[in-house]
């Protein structure tokens, strides 16, 4: 039982890019599909695919190197925990390295990036950054 499943996904990653995988599998949800889907539309990985298994479906990710086979991500940071949630209003999304990473915040609206967060003067709280 994993009792933190964005943290696992943000590991799962990780290691990928760290033994040189072209993909990886991660276990679905709705919070991880989305997580996936700003991932792709920020340009941190090339694809993504679901698929259904009967119980709680499936994550495929297609990892992105750039042209010297260096991963894109340079690093994937959880903030909010299970033992310690952090919020934040709009006026107080952080930045991640001055601007160059991405904040994933959850939202009364959905899970949506810090900037669209901003955009839309919603806080949340703070599931992750992206560099």
């Given at each position: ?23 990886t599998i991660?276990p679905?949800?709705k919070?991880?599909?989305r997580l996936?889907?700003i ?6 990985i090339e694809?993504f695919s ?16 750039d042209?010297?086979?260096q991963p894109?991500?340079?690093g ?10 952090v919020?934040?209003?709009?006026e107080?999304?952080p930045?991640v390295r ?9 939202t009364?609206q ?14 949340g ?6 560099w």
């Amino acid at each position: 039982m994993v009792t933190d499943p964005v943290a696992d996904m943000l590991t799962r990653i990780r290691n990928a890019l760290t033994a040189r995988q072209r993909h990886t599998i991660v276990p679905g949800s709705k919070l991880k599909k989305r997580l996936a889907e700003i991932l792709k539309e920020e340009g941190y990985i090339e694809d993504f695919s679901w698929t259904d298994d009967n119980k709680q479906g499936v994550l495929h990710l297609t990892l992105k190197y750039d042209s010297n086979g260096q991963p894109v991500i340079e690093g994937l940071e959880r903030v909010s925990k299970p033992g310690r949630r952090v919020y934040c209003g709009h006026e107080e999304i952080p930045q991640v390295r001055s601007g160059l990473g991405v904040v994933v915040i959850s939202t009364s609206q959905g899970v949506v990036t810090g900037r669209d967060a901003r955009a839309a003067r919603a806080g949340g709280e703070v599931l992750c950054n992206i560099w």
